[in-house]
């Protein structure tokens, strides 16, 4: 069996699945940020009194932080009282960060455990072997209600990966290189698994840019094979015992790609759809408004770094505004330690608190009419971070740190 | 379940759920009417002017990719709705329409078989979607008994109502 094959077994109480079975699975963690508020009005409509475990429901805020209205503080407000009136165990307040970099920190993504997250993102866990997968809000509710789910066993797609990675060139090139080829709906209803040597070489964050971006061609979940890497990082954080799943010598996939990122150069999405994929060098010199580095992509420690060494002793053109906004509050409190943030603000950034920002859309930083935005988050919809005339071009860090120091997309 | 009939309101490839229902207005999270005024807002503003209640959604490839918000299968149903039609959907999106239960209909080539304005008829059990102008049919894919259940059952909440067997007289 592939690795979503043997979790759905376990989780369902079964010895083997297969492929387009319909299977209950058991949840070992439910994740919701804001839309728990959503999730909560559903619940209610079911009319039950009491969430089946508190202590596998884990509630964040992320989305928009500090709240940006009257409403969105009217719905952190009923979701705190909720945390209070069913003892929810793990709660985190607005001042941690963004959930696929909150939940992997404290613990809670663990090999061979099935989460489910109202937030499509939640395939970003599965770079610690978890079968995560999003899912709605009155699914959700569902779950607080009875602690399980249905899901249809996907069939697997296995990418291996080789070589190593040209100065610069990065995970985030690597899986946007991947979309651009298999399109927006590649890996739809598909178990995604990465493999292979340039894999096992990539630290802990990089592997979390290709599950999270997996997302973007369709996949329900995307794993990267758990190795001693994964282990320990789990291990550091969680004392709860786990199961990693590995993948079985004769696992059957409905396809394989085997990749060489010796010769990857910058990769870019262009707007208006994250497979609208080019190297940075078709559209170099367009000019940019704003740069963004940040997201449940690319807002970790690595991410900053790369940023700071290339912005280190330069200055962001003057006709840019680059936000920099570190993925939780530990990213934020390691970069300064290491110094990175001061190397950014002195280059002309602003720095964000931990959060989504405006990848979304929702606040910070929203766009006009007419400007374009470089950035490393996720999503690049007409419309997505502010007006529908505006235009969002998806990239590394290194490049959206280069092209704020040139004022158009530049590879680093 | 009885046929689903309607007007056609087509869309092309991709179409994903911030074009559907965008980020600036997911601070509504309870107003179920109020999403309904911002259906295709932003990307598509001609829809909340040209489509009617009662209008069945047609899509290309893909129909709903992106972000989880349950708001894009929300806003439709409330803006009335009264069926998805599309070569494929997204996940989560799908999952979203059926817990809510609004009807979605997977008809791999229906793209080529209707045009904006045609009248439509579906049926989920028989797993056929019918042009009633040109008489040209698509099959349909059948969803598992487990699901149909759901959307039979008006919805996860009233399922789940059903299943526990707690009896509630609200508006879904």
């Given at each position: 069996m592939t690795i979503a094959e043997k979790i759905l077994a376990r989780a369902s109480g079964k010895r083997t699945v297969k492929p387009r079975e319909l299977v209950t699975a058991q949840i070992d963690v439910a994740m919701s940020h804001e839309n728990a508020d959503v999730v909560l009005r559903a619940f209610r409509e079911i009319g039950i009194e009491k969430v089946w475990d508190p202590e596998r429901i884990v509630l964040l805020f992320d989305h928009r932080i500090p709240a940006d209205s009257e409403k969105t503080a009217a719905t952190h407000q009923r979701i705190r009282n909720f945390v209070k009136e069913q003892g929810i165990k793990y709660f985190y307040d607005l001042k941690e960060g963004i959930c696929h970099q909150i939940l992997p920190e404290k613990g809670h993504s663990r090999p061979g455990e099935v989460m489910v997250g109202t937030d499509s993102h939640t395939t970003t866990h599965g770079a610690f072997g978890t079968f995560a997968a999003g899912i709605g809000a009155t699914e959700m509710a569902g779950v607080w209600a009875m602690g399980e789910l249905w899901f249809m066993v996907p069939e697997s797609l296995k990418i291996e990966v080789s070589g190593h990675f040209p100065h610069y060139v990065s995970a985030k090139d690597l899986i946007l290189s991947i979309i651009g080829r298999l399109g927006a709906a590649g890996a739809d209803y598909k178990a995604v698994e990465f493999c292979g040597e340039a894999i096992s070489e990539m630290s802990i964050a990089s592997r979390m840019v290709m599950t999270n971006l997996s997302m973007e061609m369709g996949a329900k979940v995307a794993f990267v094979v758990p190795d001693a890497k994964t282990i320990d990082y789990v291990k550091a954080r969680t004392d709860k015992e786990f199961t990693a799943s590995l993948p079985d010598e004769d696992a059957q996939y409905a396809r394989t790609m085997d990749i060489c990122v010796d010769d990857l150069e910058p990769m870019i999405a262009c707007?208006?759809?994250?497979?609208?994929v080019k190297p940075v060098r078709a559209v170099a010199g367009t000019k940019i408004d704003q740069a963004l580095i940040g997201s449940c992509t690319n807002g970790r420690l690595e991410d900053i770094a790369v940023a700071a060494e290339i912005l280190d002793g330069k200055v962001v053109a003057r006709d840019v505004r680059l936000l920099v906004i570190p993925a939780s509050r530990e990213v934020y409190l390691r970069a300064l330690e290491m110094g990175y943030i001061e190397i950014l603000v002195k280059s002309g950034a602003v720095i964000l608190n931990p959060g989504c920002g405006p990848c979304l859309g929702a606040h910070q930083g929203l766009l006009a009419g007419g400007e374009v935005c470089i950035s490393t988050t996720n999503r690049n919809f007409k419309g997505r971070m502010g007006s529908p005339e505006s235009a969002v071009y998806l990239a590394s860090p290194a490049t959206v740190a280069q092209s704020a120091i040139n004022g158009v997309i530049a590879a680093p | 379940m009885e046929m689903i009939k309607g007007r056609v309101y087509k869309f092309g490839d991709d179409v994903n759920t911030d074009v559907i229902y965008p980020g600036k207005y997911l601070s509504i999270t309870t107003d179920r009417q109020e999403m309904a005024k911002h259906c295709f807002e932003a990307a598509h503003p001609e829809f909340l002017v040209n489509a009617q209640a009662g209008d069945i959604i047609v899509g290309g490839r893909n129909f709903g990719c992106g972000s989880s918000r349950e708001q894009a299968a929300t806003c439709l149903l409330h803006f009335g709705i009264a069926a998805v039609v599309a070569e494929s959907f997204a996940r989560i999106f799908y999952r979203n329409a059926i817990n809510l239960g609004l009807p979605v209909v997977v008809a791999p080539g229906i793209t080529q078989l209707v045009e904006q304005g045609d009248i439509i008829e579906i049926s989920l059990d028989q797993g056929f979607v019918k042009n009633t102008g040109t008489s040209a049919i698509v099959q349909s894919t059948k969803l598992p008994s487990y699901v149909m259940e759901i959307i039979n059952d008006g919805g996860l909440v009233k399922h789940l109502q059903k299943r526990l067997g707690i009896r509630k007289d609200r508006e879904g």
């Amino acid at each position: 069996m592939t690795i979503a094959e043997k979790i759905l077994a376990r989780a369902s109480g079964k010895r083997t699945v297969k492929p387009r079975e319909l299977v209950t699975a058991q949840i070992d963690v439910a994740m919701s940020h804001e839309n728990a508020d959503v999730v909560l009005r559903a619940f209610r409509e079911i009319g039950i009194e009491k969430v089946w475990d508190p202590e596998r429901i884990v509630l964040l805020f992320d989305h928009r932080i500090p709240a940006d209205s009257e409403k969105t503080a009217a719905t952190h407000q009923r979701i705190r009282n909720f945390v209070k009136e069913q003892g929810i165990k793990y709660f985190y307040d607005l001042k941690e960060g963004i959930c696929h970099q909150i939940l992997p920190e404290k613990g809670h993504s663990r090999p061979g455990e099935v989460m489910v997250g109202t937030d499509s993102h939640t395939t970003t866990h599965g770079a610690f072997g978890t079968f995560a997968a999003g899912i709605g809000a009155t699914e959700m509710a569902g779950v607080w209600a009875m602690g399980e789910l249905w899901f249809m066993v996907p069939e697997s797609l296995k990418i291996e990966v080789s070589g190593h990675f040209p100065h610069y060139v990065s995970a985030k090139d690597l899986i946007l290189s991947i979309i651009g080829r298999l399109g927006a709906a590649g890996a739809d209803y598909k178990a995604v698994e990465f493999c292979g040597e340039a894999i096992s070489e990539m630290s802990i964050a990089s592997r979390m840019v290709m599950t999270n971006l997996s997302m973007e061609m369709g996949a329900k979940v995307a794993f990267v094979v758990p190795d001693a890497k994964t282990i320990d990082y789990v291990k550091a954080r969680t004392d709860k015992e786990f199961t990693a799943s590995l993948p079985d010598e004769d696992a059957q996939y409905a396809r394989t790609m085997d990749i060489c990122v010796d010769d990857l150069e910058p990769m870019i999405a262009c707007p208006h759809a994250v497979d609208n994929v080019k190297p940075v060098r078709a559209v170099a010199g367009t000019k940019i408004d704003q740069a963004l580095i940040g997201s449940c992509t690319n807002g970790r420690l690595e991410d900053i770094a790369v940023a700071a060494e290339i912005l280190d002793g330069k200055v962001v053109a003057r006709d840019v505004r680059l936000l920099v906004i570190p993925a939780s509050r530990e990213v934020y409190l390691r970069a300064l330690e290491m110094g990175y943030i001061e190397i950014l603000v002195k280059s002309g950034a602003v720095i964000l608190n931990p959060g989504c920002g405006p990848c979304l859309g929702a606040h910070q930083g929203l766009l006009a009419g007419g400007e374009v935005c470089i950035s490393t988050t996720n999503r690049n919809f007409k419309g997505r971070m502010g007006s529908p005339e505006s235009a969002v071009y998806l990239a590394s860090p290194a490049t959206v740190a280069q092209s704020a120091i040139n004022g158009v997309i530049a590879a680093p | 379940m009885e046929m689903i009939k309607g007007r056609v309101y087509k869309f092309g490839d991709d179409v994903n759920t911030d074009v559907i229902y965008p980020g600036k207005y997911l601070s509504i999270t309870t107003d179920r009417q109020e999403m309904a005024k911002h259906c295709f807002e932003a990307a598509h503003p001609e829809f909340l002017v040209n489509a009617q209640a009662g209008d069945i959604i047609v899509g290309g490839r893909n129909f709903g990719c992106g972000s989880s918000r349950e708001q894009a299968a929300t806003c439709l149903l409330h803006f009335g709705i009264a069926a998805v039609v599309a070569e494929s959907f997204a996940r989560i999106f799908y999952r979203n329409a059926i817990n809510l239960g609004l009807p979605v209909v997977v008809a791999p080539g229906i793209t080529q078989l209707v045009e904006q304005g045609d009248i439509i008829e579906i049926s989920l059990d028989q797993g056929f979607v019918k042009n009633t102008g040109t008489s040209a049919i698509v099959q349909s894919t059948k969803l598992p008994s487990y699901v149909m259940e759901i959307i039979n059952d008006g919805g996860l909440v009233k399922h789940l109502q059903k299943r526990l067997g707690i009896r509630k007289d609200r508006e879904g």
